[in-house]
């Protein structure tokens, strides 16, 4: 079915639609990024998995990074290559399985290397061991995703690390960037060497995490490459690794929602929709952040007060969460039943952070062509929902 990409008129179920041509603008200039700075840019499944997607990525990309069996099995077993995994938290039933998955294996502490280093050697002897380190540095301002807040459960600082590393550890791993900018990076990159380049000799790799939202409009990627380069050249033995998620599908389709009711309380009129933002979209509660709305304009929340003689509405979601709603948004006409919503770029992290919450129908997953062939990638009913309590 051929659709029309700026109405999606032809779309009359919730959907979430990757759109081809938007995903390879942003490989190429990763790609781009990659060759220019020597560095290797690997994707995070944990803010995109849509495996049936993956030969397209592979068409750009060598590795993916895995943070759990369920995503290194997904790399080993569809994206085809093993992946670079960290845990926090590695177990004894699964530590065997995920070696066999990996290339890479990082451990959040030392007492976790001391307990599975031999066992997973014994399943995978090809397998680099690195250590996640905490440079005690971030900008990131919500808590929610500040990976270095104080009390952090995640990797060690210098003062914990030994003189000398154990000897299988060959990588540093350090993740401190939420959807940042290279300005971001190169005054961590500042702390970062401060704290552990006298260990930097004894690594063969550093990765520097995800968080480099190098694909997004206003991001200095030539920043990026000099700040890559200049770190090669001072340190020229150790492979870089960037392993951003948001970068690779940051901007390439919609939620396609419809409305499904009117009502109005207190002045204020409120869209009901067929998806949800707690089960759909829980990083605009989480985060919180107001996601923009094709041919709507973002207003604060009070502003849905008897704003409805304007065409302001809250849009609410179909779940029995009370605050399952966000707002206010005014359009250019009023709303009826069955009309489409667009809610923009919502394909990074939504796609693998949604819920069947209330067993409330889940949207389907699509990919459209450039030239606006749809490909319906999977559909959602009650037998997955039923699945998952079974």
């Known amino acids: 079915m051929r659709i029309n990409l700026d109405t999606f008129e032809e779309v009359h179920s919730p959907m979430y639609v990757v759109e081809e041509a938007k995903l390879r603008r942003n490989l190429e200039l990763i790609v781009s990024v990659a060759t220019r700075a020597d560095v290797e840019i690997i994707l995070a499944f944990k803010a995109f998995a849509l495996w049936k997607t993956f030969p397209i990525f592979k068409e750009y990309i060598r590795s993916t990074t895995a943070s759990s069996l369920s995503e290194a099995k997904l790399a080993f077993e569809e994206f085809g290559s093993r992946a670079h995994t960290y845990s ?23 007492t976790q290397y001391v307990r599975f280093a031999a066992v997973a050697k014994h399943h995978n002897e090809q397998l680099s061991f690195g250590l996640r380190v905490n440079p005690e540095y971030s900008e990131v301002e919500t808590d929610l995703y500040n990976p270095c807040a104080p009390g952090t459960r995640f990797g060690l600082s210098a003062e914990r690390l030994p003189a000398i590393l154990p000897a299988g550890i060959e990588g540093f791993h350090c993740h401190c960037h939420c959807e940042s900018g290279s300005d971001v990076f190169a005054r961590t990159l500042q702390h970062i060497e ?48 960037l392993e951003p998620g ?72 179909n779940s029995c969460l009370s605050g399952d709603f966000m707002g206010s948004w005014q359009f250019d006409h009023a709303l009826n039943v069955g009309e489409n919503v667009i809610f923009e770029d919502m394909i990074h992290y939504t796609t693998v952070k949604t819920n069947m919450f209330n067993g409330i129908s889940h949207p389907s997953l699509a990919i459209a062509s450039p030239l606006g062939e749809l490909q319906i990638l999977r559909t959602f009913g009650y037998e997955d929902y039923k699945s998952r309590m079974d």
């Open 88 to 110: 926090p938290a590695y177990t004894d039933d699964e530590i065997g399985e995920i070696a066999l998955c990996s290339s890479h294996l990082t451990f959040n502490s030392l």
């Open 194 to 241: 401060s704290k552990f380049a006298k260990w930097f000799p004894a690594l063969k790799w550093i990765n520097f995490g995800g968080g480099h939202l190098m694909t997004r409009n206003d991001y200095d990627v030539e920043l990026l490459i000099n700040t890559l380069r200049s770190f090669k050249q001072r340190h020229p033995h150790l492979q870089i690794i």
């Open 246 to 317: 948001s970068a690779f599908a940051w901007q390439t389709g919609p939620l396609v929602a419809q409305v499904v009711d009117i009502v109005e309380d207190k002045g204020i009129k409120t869209a009901i929709l067929n998806v949800s933002f707690t089960c759909h979209m829980p990083d605009c509660l989480e985060m919180p952040y107001q996601p923009t709305v094709r041919n709507a304009q973002s207003l604060a929340l009070e502003a849905a007060i008897n704003g409805g003689e304007n065409n302001i509405y809250r849009l609410g979601g």
